[in-house]
C-alpha cells in the first residue's frame, strides 16, 4: 500500500477529531495566517470531496459546536460547491455556523480493496 501524504494523513486525523475547516488549515499550516491557509484550500477541497462521495468522511454544518456531532449532514450535491467556497474556511471569533469533517460510514481501507485505487491518493492504482 502506498504511503499516505501529509496532507491525506492530516485529514483523515482531523476528520476523527471532528474538526473545523478552518482548523485543518491551521494544523496543516501551524500557522494562524489565513493569507497562508489559502494555499491549501483547493487541495483539501477535493479530497473531502473525493472521500465524501467514497463514505470515508462526512461534511456536517450546524449552528453550534461541535458540528461534526451535533449538526447535519451537508447532502453530497452540495459539498463542492461548500468547500470551494472560501468563506467555509474562514476562522471566524463568534461563528453562525460551523462546518466539520468526521469519519463517514466507510473505513478509509476500503477504498483500495472496492476499486482498486489507493485511498491516499485521487489516481487508480497501476497494477495490472
Known amino acids: 500500500m502506498k504511503e499516505w501524504t501529509d496532507d491525506e494523513y492530516l485529514?483523515?486525523?482531523?476528520?476523527?477529531?471532528?474538526?473545523?475547516?478552518w482548523e485543518i488549515l491551521a494544523d496543516r499550516t501551524q500557522s494562524e495566517d489565513e493569507k497562508l491557509w489559502e494555499e491549501y484550500t483547493p487541495v483539501f477541497s477535493r479530497?473531502?470531496?473525493?472521500?465524501?462521495?467514497?463514505?470515508?468522511?462526512?461534511?456536517?454544518?450546524?449552528?453550534?459546536w461541535p458540528a461534526a456531532y451535533v449538526g447535519?449532514?451537508?447532502?453530497?450535491?452540495?459539498?463542492a460547491a461548500l468547500v470551494q467556497d472560501p468563506a467555509s474556511w474562514k476562522y471566524e471569533e463568534e461563528?453562525?455556523?460551523?462546518?466539520?469533517?468526521?469519519?463517514?460510514?466507510?473505513?478509509i481501507t476500503d477504498l483500495e480493496e472496492d476499486i482498486g485505487?489507493?485511498?491516499?491518493?485521487?489516481q487508480p492504482d497501476q497494477r495490472s
Open 47 to 64: 479530497l473531502i470531496v473525493r472521500w465524501q462521495r467514497a463514505g470515508f468522511l462526512k461534511v456536517r454544518r450546524g449552528p453550534e
Open 117 to 122: 485505487e489507493s485511498p491516499w491518493t485521487s
Open 72 to 79: 447535519d449532514d451537508v447532502p453530497t450535491d452540495q459539498i
Open 95 to 107: 461563528p453562525t455556523i460551523f462546518i466539520a469533517v468526521t469519519v463517514g460510514d466507510r473505513p
Open 11 to 21: 485529514l483523515y486525523v482531523n476528520a476523527r477529531e471532528g474538526s473545523c475547516l
